[in-house]
């Protein structure tokens, strides 16, 4: 598997390329329009985000008693071979693009990762995410890891086992990913970390999807959340260096990036509110995805969602002025469990005990809001993504948790709850929580003084919040105070309380009492407080 692709007289294969050239390509393919900064903007067409349910994993002897079944889609060796035979031979009449990254800032357990593509943009893509290699390693660079990606090839539903023509199909044993089918860039960095996540774990380095920054005192701090919680928004802190935006590992040394750029949200973007993803979104080279551009002036609008409300900017890291250079550092100090509560019950930040963090790393709770997806209501509507990333773990969730806390507890980390969401009431009623309110109150966190003041114990949830804070106004500390209707906060705290019990119950058998305590007490009333 070290040469999928033999160069032949008749092929144009692309070998590590760099920016100035991919963009000629990109651009004279005619796959992407340049925009007035520089960067190049790109479509992805009908799929825009990742295609979860066209996600396969083989199941071999291997892979059959280490991967969380429940949560994936089998395929079959023989499956798997048919369409890694049809794959080698559609690209073998394409022009294509390779890239050799590394996947990890730390030697020790990074992996070398081939990227063979059909597109110059997604090669352009790829070589931003992932780390890049100097010359002198190129010459000796062997792929541990290759990921194929066709986004013109089609399945064949009945002949390759597939749901649809759209095919995301991964090997483990033989570490190879075939995406075909999608464009959507980001099934290419996604397949590199689940398979990164299925490896590390035996070798007791826990893979996080989360984002990470270090103090000026050289303390780490690490951001769990789903998209739109603010992960990358949050960790992108000028006062603050920027190890990375979504995938770290956490080692014996202490934590370490997997990627080498970023792949940021933009809808929506303002410079004023995210002063350091705007410039690293308006410079050359950055892929802009799915982002719309005026025809004539080429200036991006990023208000924009025609295309798509989930856009993004890929970028190096090195575009971020504070970005880590060695994308390493030492054990966290914090961590920081993001949610979008959009039913408007959690408070803006509580301090949680090493099993209430736990509980809720495997919950992984955000609430989504009407009109982001076809057929929502007008209510939110939750969503449990366990370890805040489950379609990237493959192994079972208890596997994540039970090493997370056993490095929180040897380490002493601090943990904390924050809700980037709706106060006041839920969407629709209330408003969303004011971002330099949520800085002021991780400010306090990271540096330690937050732990110091007066707390309150949450009736219904059980974690500790703050009672008051300097800057900050003393009524939002309290959710319930700041709906105008409090009996309407009982019965939604109590409704989102069931909401988390019903999702939890899938995970009773593989957790201690302990944390089986700290699920939130829906027969607890609000006077207990």
């Known amino acids: 598997m070290t040469e999928l692709f033999p160069t032949q007289p008749s092929q144009k294969v692309h070998r590590n390329l760099l920016e100035p050239e991919l963009m000629e390509f990109i651009i004279r393919r005619g796959e992407g329009k340049l925009a007035q900064s520089g960067a190049v903007a790109v479509e992805t067409g009908q799929h ?74 997604q090669s352009l893509f790829i070589r931003h995410l992932l780390r890049r290699p100097d010359g002198s390693e190129l010459s000796s660079f062997v792929p541990d890891f290759t990921v194929v990606d066709l986004p013109s090839f089609r399945a064949a539903p009945l002949y390759h086992g597939t749901r649809s023509e759209t095919v995301i199909a991964c090997n ?61 928004t949050l960790s992108a802190d000028p006062a603050r260096e920027l190890l990375g935006d979504d995938e770290h590992g956490w080692s014996e040394k202490g934590i370490f990036n997997f990627e080498g750029g970023c792949y940021a949200k933009t809808i929506r973007l303002s410079r004023s509110a995210e002063p350091q993803i705007w410039d690293a979104s308006n410079r050359f080279a950055t892929v802009l995805e799915n982002v719309v551009i005026d025809p004539k002036s080429r200036v991006p609008n990023f208000d924009d ?13 090195d575009a971020i ?74 192994r079972h969730p208890s596997v994540y948790g039970n090493l997370l806390r056993k490095l929180i507890a040897e380490h002493g980390v601090d943990c904390w709850l924050v809700n980037t969401g709706w106060t006041g009431g839920k969407y629709g009623e209330g ?18 003084t937050l732990k110091a003041l007066p707390m309150r114990i949450d009736p219904v949830f059980g974690f500790a919040v703050p009672v008051a804070m300097d800057g900050i106004d003393q009524t939002i500390l309290n959710p319930r105070e700041t709906w105008s209707d409090p009996k309407a906060y009982d019965a939604m705290a109590a409704k989102l309380a069931q909401m988390f019990h019903d999702n939890f119950a899938k995970f009773a058998a593989y957790v201690d009492a302990d944390v089986l305590k700290a699920s939130p007490a829906v027969d607890r009333g609000i006077a207990a407080e």
């Not at 969602?305 to 890291?317: T, V």
Request: with cysteine; aromatic share 10%; hydrophobic share 40%.
């Open 48 to 121: 825009t985000g990742r295609s979860a349910e066209d996600k396969y994993i083989v199941r071999d002897a291997d892979t059959d008693a280490s991967i969380w079944w429940d949560n994936a889609k089998e395929m079959s060796e023989e499956q798997f071979d048919r369409l890694f035979a049809d794959f080698i031979s559609y690209a073998r009449h394409k022009e294509i693009f390779v890239q050799d990254l590394y996947a990890g800032a730390d030697a020790d357990h990074r992996l070398n990762t081939r990227i063979i593509t059909e597109h110059a943009w």
């Open 431 to 448: 408003t969303r929580m004011p971002i330099k309110v949520t800085r002021g109150m991780l400010n306090a966190a990271l540096s330690g």
């Open 305 to 317: 969602n025609r295309l798509a409300e989930n856009s993004r900017s890929a970028y190096p890291l």
């Open 172 to 232: 483990f044993s033989k570490r190879i990913v075939l995406i075909g089918g999608t464009s959507y860039a980001g099934e290419i960095k996604k397949s590199v970390f689940s398979y990164l996540n299925y490896v590390l774990p035996a070798k007791n380095v826990m893979p996080m999807h989360c984002s990470a920054n270090v103090g000026k005192d050289g303390a780490s701090a690490v951001f769990f959340g789903l998209s739109g919680t603010g992960k990358t």
């Open 321 to 394: 002025a504070n970005a880590s250079p060695t994308g390493t550092a030492g054990h966290p100090r914090n961590i920081v469990m993001l949610t979008a509560d959009a039913f408007g019950v959690l408070p803006p930040i509580a301090k949680l005990t090493p099993s209430q963090a736990m509980y809720h790393f495997l919950s992984g709770f955000t609430a989504k809001v009407a009109g982001t997806e076809k057929g929502m209501g007008s209510d939110p509507k939750p969503t449990f993504s366990t370890c805040f990333g489950a379609p990237f773990m493959p």
